[in-house]
Structures are given as structure tokens and as C-alpha cells.
């Protein structure tokens, strides 16, 4: 690799280099010597970085990248990662990771937005994330999704259900357990999985406080500790499940049908989706709209998005903000006072 200079032929150095094992010339656009050769280092750790960019197929980059997100994030994100890379396999089968280009991804979520537009979003957002770490792996120079302009989705505001609506659906749920369970996640509006995981030295009875806390053997989505207050309805409910005697060396879980025993999120979405069947309301509304609820129900009671973001544990108040138009609909109820 040198630089090399034709005065007749051009005004400006010429980097010669080997190019799959013929020489190769780049014209530098630098008329003086150091502004060349300042070309020239930069040349050289750019050619560095593409001899540095291992070889890998999709297949092992999927398990590799996998392994990450299991180990980093929560459960619920990590099957969506799964699903999102099985499907692209699926389709594309095992090649290079370095030969997939932007033709072959707008093909492929093409296919599934015709399906599904939500969907083709999520394996965009999903694909795009493991390209980037890809990048950070030193496997690819490039995401090829950094021109990628996913179409607009239009604003789907997540269903929720207000207190007398709740109130129906309990009437119809069988045992106090899941009726103090749903209690719980209506006035909380903490995630299944934290509920599931919920122990009784998470719980301050004296302060009204709950911590949702990361532990070994169950992390948050966004991997923070946060608190909740215990209003007065849900106090109650502590108070007719605390133990008469708490082991400090394990940890009891708060809702138990076996001692010892963690509930799955499944028994508690099946049985809560019964409920809402036999209360005859929209089908629409599962397990997760109670924290959808906790969170609707604060906003129209006048909580500033701020609040509800750190009760509900959103690293983004974008996140938050799909709760916005309820706040703006307050507003609007409050100018129609003066009519």
C-alpha cells in the first residue's frame, strides 16, 4: 500500500493497495502530501476493521444472540427475539450473516406485514436490534436495515377497563386467590410475571410500600428496582394473606395455591380470560389490561405522565405516552366546564 502521484494525469494523490490480489488504485482527493497520507492511516485502519469482521453464519449468530438477550432481559422479550430470528430463518435458510442485504429483510417483512402489520413490526424492531449488535460483535460493518424506513402504524390505544367494569368481571372469577390476585394487579398495575415472583420481603405493611426488586432468579423488563404505594383496598388484601409466621432464611411468595409453589402466568391469563367471557365483556380485554387499566384509570384522574411512567417502570415516557390521549380528552372536559 503506497501513495503515488501523476502530475499530467490528475492533481490530486493516488492510493495504490491490493484489492483481491490485484493492485487497486483510490484517488485520495488531497493535492498535498499530508493531507494524503493522512488518507492513507485512516485507509489502513478502515481495511483493518474489514479483515477484523469474522465470517459467521445466521444460524450460530442467532444462537449466540440469543444466549445474550436470555441472559440480559426479561423471558417475555426474549421468546419475541426467538420467534423474530426463527421466522427470518425460516425464510432466508442458513446464510451468511454478512450476505443478508436490504432486498432479502423488506421481502421477508413484506410477507408478514401483509399479515400482520403489528407483527412485521416487531420483527423489524427485533432484527434491526440484533444487526446492531452484530456491529458491536465485529460480525458486520453495517445494518442493513440503516435505510429502512418501516411504514407508520396507526395509533392502536391499548384497552382497559374501568372499576364498576372490574367489579363484573370479579363477580364472575371462582376463588378469593385469583379475586385478590386480579385485586392486586388492577391497583398495582405491576406486570403478571413481577406478581408471580412476589414475596413477602418485598412487601412493607407499615410504610404501604411494595419494591418490585431484580433477583437471580427473576429480573424486570427494564432491569430496575421501583416502588409502588399499597392504597387501602389493596392493604386489605395483604393484610388476609400475611403468614402467621415468615421464614427469613426463604422468602414466602405472597399468592400461593401450593406452598412454595410459584403461579404461572398462564393459570392466572386463562382463568382471568374466563371471567371476562362470562361477564360478557370485549373480548378484547386480558391479563394484561389490568396494569393497562392502573395505569388509564391514574391519567383520568389527573396523575401526570411522569408519575405513571415510574409507577408502571417504563425506561421511556414515550412508552408512557400512549395513556396521552385520555389526558387530553381531561383537558378538553375541563375547558367544556365553562360552556
Known amino acids: ?61 442467532k444462537t449466540e444472540y440469543e444466549q445474550f438477550v436470555q441472559t440480559s432481559f426479561s423471558k417475555s422479550y426474549w421468546r419475541n427475539v426467538c420467534s423474530s430470528l426463527a421466522q427470518f430463518l425460516k425464510y432466508a435458510g442458513d446464510i451468511q450473516l454478512n450476505e443478508i442485504n436490504l432486498r432479502v429483510l423488506e421481502a421477508f417483512l413484506l410477507i408478514i406485514f401483509s ?110 428496582d421501583r416502588i409502588i404505594p399499597i392504597n387501602e383496598k389493596l392493604l386489605r388484601v395483604m393484610q388476609n394473606h400475611f403468614p402467621k409466621m415468615i421464614n427469613l ?17 398462564d393459570y392466572l391469563s386463562k382463568h382471568f380470560k374466563k371471567a371476562v367471557r362470562a361477564a360478557k365483556m370485549n373480548d378484547q380485554i386480558h391479563l394484561h389490561s389490568l396494569r393497562h387499566s392502573f395505569a388509564s384509570n391514574l391519567v383520568q384522574k389527573g396523575v401526570s405522565l411522569y408519575v405513571v411512567k415510574e409507577l408502571l417502570g417504563h425506561e421511556d415516557l414515550k412508552t408512557t405516552q400512549i395513556y396521552s390521549h385520555l389526558q387530553h380528552q381531561n383537558l378538553l372536559d375541563a375547558v367544556n366546564l365553562l360552556n
Do not use: C
Open 115 to 224: 399479515r400482520s402489520k403489528h407483527t412485521a413490526f416487531q420483527h423489524f424492531r427485533n432484527l434491526r436490534a440484533a444487526f446492531n449488535k452484530a456491529i458491536e460483535w465485529d460480525y458486520l460493518s453495517d445494518n442493513p436495515f440503516r435505510k429502512f424506513r418501516f411504514p407508520k402504524l396507526p395509533k392502536v390505544h391499548p384497552a382497559f377497563i374501568s372499576e364498576v367494569e372490574f367489579e363484573k368481571i370479579l363477580e364472575k372469577v371462582k376463588t378469593n386467590l385469583l379475586k385478590d390476585i386480579y385485586v392486586t394487579l388492577f391497583h398495582t398495575g405491576m406486570r403478571a410475571g413481577e406478581l408471580t415472583n412476589l414475596k413477602w420481603n418485598d412487601v412493607d405493611l407499615e410504610s404501604r410500600i411494595i419494591t418490585i426488586r431484580n433477583t437471580l432468579e427473576f429480573s424486570t423488563k427494564g432491569k430496575k
Open 1 to 61: 500500500m503506497y501513495l503515488i502521484k501523476h502530475p499530467k494525469r490528475s492533481p490530486y494523490y493516488q492510493l495504490v493497495y491490493l484489492k483481491n490480489g490485484k493492485l487497486t488504485s483510490k484517488s485520495t482527493k488531497a493535492k498535498k502530501k499530508k493531507e494524503a497520507l493522512k488518507f492513507l492511516y485512516n485507509f489502513k485502519g478502515d481495511q483493518q476493521k474489514e479483515i477484523l469482521k469474522k465470517p459467521i453464519s445466521f444460524s450460530k449468530f
Open 249 to 265: 432464611n426463604k422468602p414466602q411468595f405472597i399468592f400461593e395455591r401450593i406452598p412454595g409453589i410459584k403461579l404461572t402466568i
